[in-house]
């Protein structure tokens, strides 16, 4: 079992609507959480991280934590083109002390 | 100029020759990752370091091996190419606390023909 699991994609949605992103992780240990986001042929560049059991909303992200569950999400309210990229999900370890470990990404594409 | 640096950004090379990837940072972190990505794998973490003094293995560490030559200096090394090692590689460096973020350089693509 990969420590870090993102929904399959491609996602794909129309403009102005919500992306939901998905990821569940393994390691119970783990204490922080972060999405990242990648445009094609460009480095991964970070858009929120969370901590804490909840909601962390910065304008039209909203992160979602769930301990108990394992389970990491990333909402994006009114979906704009330029949010087309891929979305990386990371979480650190709970034994390996400053390793992050990353899912295997979610292609979104934002459609006019 | 970029904080984290990546040489060389493209190379081309053929099976079995050894190839080095640089990283150099100036934002004066002490942890230092290589990443590997692939299609539809995301980033698999190759090696991390804390100090000169101080490397981890991460997920898929065989057939690779890394240098920490000073603080701003991190190396990655395949000694023997082969063609699975065809990937892009991202060098990053992050901040001495738990929520602090991975910051990349630009990525190196490697191709072993």
């Known amino acids: 079992q990969k420590e870090v699991e993102q929904n399959s994609g491609p996602l794909s949605v129309p403009e102005g609507a919500i992306a939901s992103l998905n990821c569940t992780y393994s390691?119970?240990?783990?204490?922080?959480f972060f999405w990242y986001r990648q445009y094609s042929g460009k480095s991964p560049e970070l858009i929120m991280f969370?901590?804490?059991?909840g909601d962390k909303e910065d304008g039209r992200f909203t992160a979602q934590l769930n301990k108990a569950s394992q389970y990491v999400s990333l909402l994006i309210r009114d979906s704009q083109p330029s949010d087309s990229a891929t979305y990386l999900c990371?979480?650190?370890?709970?034994?390996?002390?400053?390793?992050?470990?990353f899912g295997q990404g979610t292609i979104l594409t934002v459609h006019p | 100029d970029a904080d984290v640096t990546q040489t060389p950004r493209n190379r081309i090379t053929k099976t079995g020759k050894r190839i080095m990837l640089e990283c150099s940072q100036t934002?004066?972190?002490?942890?230092m990752y290589w990443y590997r990505q692939d299609p539809g794998l995301g980033l698999r973490l190759i090696y991390y370091?804390?100090?000169?003094?101080?490397?981890n293995k991460g997920e898929i560490s065989d057939g690779y091996s890394v240098s920490r030559q000073a603080q701003a200096k991190f190396s990655l090394s395949l000694e023997s190419a082969i063609p699975n090692q065809t990937a892009l590689y991202f060098c990053?460096?992050?901040?001495?606390?738990?929520?602090?973020?991975?910051?990349f350089g630009e990525g190196s693509r490697l191709t072993v023909l």
């Open positions: 990053a460096t992050r901040e001495d606390m738990n929520t602090g973020e991975l910051f």
């Open positions: 390691d119970r240990g783990s204490q922080s």
């Open positions: 969370i901590y804490s059991n």
């Open positions: 990371a979480a650190t370890s709970g034994t390996s002390y400053g390793k992050l470990t």
């Open positions: 934002k004066g972190h002490d942890r």
């Open positions: 370091s804390f100090d000169v003094k101080d490397i």
